[in-house]
């Protein structure tokens, strides 16, 4: 079983930026590839970014494409979104999601995904 636990959100003004961090519990971290998603109020939850296991593929999202940039440590079992130039349209709660052990291959599929966060509020004003 893997637990995530997602840090680091909050309220920001346009243009900030925000790091946002993704603790997982277990030893299969590092076989497994990690996603960020979010979704706002009203609206489905959407892919954000992905990170293959050993963290030399990334893939994002067009409109977080040159701002957002997703990385791991896996020596800490950490996953990391550092979010620049923010602005009011990325206001949402933030998940993080890890495929099973031994799928390290990133998805912008959350069907792909067994374990998620319990996400963390990123609120950007104008």
């Known amino acids: 079983q893997v637990q995530l636990v997602e840090s680091g959100g909050g309220l920001v003004q346009a243009g900030d930026s925000l790091r946002l961090s993704c603790a997982a519990s277990?030893?299969?971290?590092?076989?497994?590839?990690m996603g960020w998603f979010r979704q706002a109020p009203g609206k489905e939850r959407e892919f954000v970014a992905t990170?293959?296991?050993?963290?030399?593929?990334?893939y994002y999202t067009d409109f977080v494409k040159g701002r957002f940039t997703i990385s791991r440590d896996n020596a800490k079992n950490t996953v990391y979104l550092q979010m620049n130039s923010l602005k009011p349209e990325d206001t949402a709660v933030y998940y993080c999601?890890?495929?099973?052990?031994?799928?390290?291959?990133?998805?912008?599929?959350?069907?792909?995904?067994?374990?998620w966060g319990q996400g963390t509020q990123v609120t950007v004003s104008s």
């Open positions: 990170i293959n296991y050993s963290g030399g593929i990334t």
């Open positions: 277990g030893r299969t971290f590092s076989s497994a590839a």
């Open positions: 999601a890890a495929r099973r052990a031994g799928r390290g291959a990133g998805s912008d599929y959350y069907g792909e995904y067994g374990y």
